[in-house]
């Protein structure tokens, strides 16, 4: 944190020619605990204008449009303008978040900040893409989701506790969803509400996209004994609906229990 003060003061130093001097804003403590936990907050002022950074500390990018939601919050909170600081944006992302007039400083390559009428570019570092991708706390949170036709609004402790899962992993789904852009995410004083107004086939069809399959391997078994593996596939879709039982039975395994399952001569492949 501190060698991103440095860079963002060395910066703003070479390209405007003043000093600045980057200070930590005390109000930060009365922000939501998700912000506080992906944010650093300093204050500092430009021009005559006192601003709030909010500096990205997360490892991977997550959407303008989640970026400018929490920049909206800060703002709403220190009744100040916020600009959005991290070490380096990809270009796609770059661009819809001057679309979005969200204030952002790259240090060392772009400073933008509309209402100061500075857009400041140099280059830009070459980021790779990464394809995000859930994790499997948030395909339980979908499929929860899915599987029920009420439409409430969940927070991350309800949520949890439903689907067996700690409040931190459940944290990091309803962080996933906002990344993605899927779903309404509020805040009410320091909890977080998450709503699916997309239902049914509409939301698959929305998140498919990020899903993985759990199934590392598929073995066909010559012989079964008493298998204690639970039903999956069709089968265990057989179980729950009106779908005829499939010729062969479909078992799922952890990676642990299948370890042991030929060992004690349960299976034979």
Do not use: C
Request: net charge positive.
């Amino acid at each position: 944190m501190q060698k991103m003060i440095h860079q963002v003061e060395k910066y703003v130093r070479e390209i405007l020619g003043i000093p600045v001097t980057l200070l930590p804003w005390e109000n930060s403590a009365g922000l939501p605990q998700y912000l506080r936990e992906r944010y650093r907050f300093s204050s500092m002022m430009v021009l005559g204008t006192d601003f709030i950074l909010m500096v990205d500390t997360a490892g991977e990018e997550q959407s303008p449009a989640v970026t400018g939601k929490h920049a909206e919050m800060v703002q709403s909170r220190g009744r100040l303008g916020v600009i959005y600081v991290r070490n380096a944006v990809t270009s796609y992302n770059r661009k819809r978040l001057i679309e979005r007039k969200v204030p952002f400083i790259v240090p060392g390559n772009q400073m933008y900040i509309p209402t100061l009428g500075i857009d400041l570019r140099e280059h830009f570092k070459a980021l790779r893409e990464r394809k995000l991708v859930f994790s499997p706390s948030t395909h339980a949170l979908l499929l929860y989701v899915l599987l029920r036709k009420e439409a409430d609004t969940l927070t991350p402790a309800e949520t949890a506790h439903r689907l067996g899962y700690s409040p931190m992993s459940m944290t990091r789904a309803f962080d996933e969803l906002e990344r993605a852009d899927i779903g309404e995410h509020t805040a009410v004083g320091k909890e977080r509400h998450l709503h699916f107004p997309e239902k049914g086939r509409h939301l698959w069809e929305m998140v498919l996209p990020y899903l993985t399959t759990p199934v590392r391997k598929r073995l066909y078994v010559s012989e079964a004994g008493k298998i204690n593996g639970n039903l999956a596939g069709q089968s265990a879709l057989a179980r729950y609906t009106m779908l005829s039982e499939p010729k062969n039975k479909v078992f799922a395994f952890s990676a642990e229990d299948w370890k042991v399952g030929p060992k004690s001569g349960e299976i034979k492949e």
